[in-house]
C-alpha cells in the first residue's frame, strides 16, 4: 500500500496543484508526522496544521522539498 501511496503521492507533486490536503498525503505517504515537518523545516505545528485543513497556503519551498523527498523515495523503492 505505502508503494502505491508514494506513487499517487508523485502524481500529485507532478500537478503541482498546491493543497494542504495533497501536502498531508504526501507527508504521510513518507513515513512523516507533522513534529518531523516541524523539526526539519524549523516550523511551527499550528503552522502545518492551518496548511492540511486548507485554513492557510502551504509554503511553495516546504512543498518543493517534500516533493522532491517523494520523488527520491519513489526511485528507491522502484528501480524500473
Not at 36 to 51: A, G, L, P, Q, Y
Request: with cysteine; proline share 2%; glycine share 4%.
Amino acid at each position: 500500500e505505502n508503494r502505491i501511496n508514494l506513487l499517487i503521492a508523485q502524481q500529485l507533486g507532478e500537478i503541482n496543484l498546491i493543497t494542504g490536503t495533497r501536502f498531508k498525503f504526501m507527508r504521510q505517504s513518507l513515513g512523516l508526522e507533522i513534529n518531523d515537518i516541524c523539526k526539519i523545516f524549523s516550523i511551527n505545528k499550528t503552522s502545518v496544521d492551518e496548511w492540511e485543513d486548507d485554513r492557510g497556503p502551504v509554503d511553495k519551498s516546504v512543498w518543493d522539498i517534500i516533493y522532491q523527498m517523494v520523488k527520491i523515495e519513489v526511485k528507491r523503492t522502484h528501480p524500473w
